[in-house]
């Protein structure tokens, strides 16, 4: 049974990166055909698709998030993770990673991790 965790610090403060980390048990982050994604939901909204990682390792992102978000993967802990730089409040979410199988969308992801709440404040 693969499993997912969230795991990094719930309080960042404006311009500072946010990073979090997810732990994958249960299988191989590098397993054929799975995407690795991290998805947010801001209090009172809805999901947002942030990007994903491939078991390959190729990256995708969100259009919208794409210029400060970097997500990148270690093989060996078999965990990847989530870089968001520049932060500012309206960043304050509950983020979560998840798998998908055969493409990265909100459509198809059916692992989740419990999320974890970060909030950006000074």
């Known amino acids: 049974q693969v499993q997912l965790q969230e795991s990094g610090p719930g309080l960042v403060k404006p311009s500072q990166t946010l990073s979090l980390t997810c732990t994958v048990s249960?299988?191989?982050?590098?397993?054929?055909?799975?995407?690795y994604n991290w998805i947010r939901q801001p209090p009172g909204k809805g999901l947002e698709w942030m990007g994903a990682?491939?078991?390959?390792?190729?990256?995708y992102y969100s259009p919208s998030l794409k210029s400060r978000t970097s997500i990148a993967r270690d093989t060996f802990r078999n965990q990847f993770t989530l870089q968001l730089s520049s932060v500012a409040p309206e960043d304050t979410a509950v983020y979560y990673c998840?798998?998908?199988?055969?493409?990265?969308?909100?459509?198809?992801?059916?692992?989740w991790g419990q999320g974890t709440l970060v909030t950006v404040s000074s």
């Open positions: 249960g299988g191989s982050i590098t397993t054929n055909y799975y995407y």
């Open positions: 998840a798998r998908s199988p055969y493409s990265s969308s909100l459509g198809n992801l059916e692992v």
């Open positions: 990682i491939a078991w390959n390792d190729i990256t």
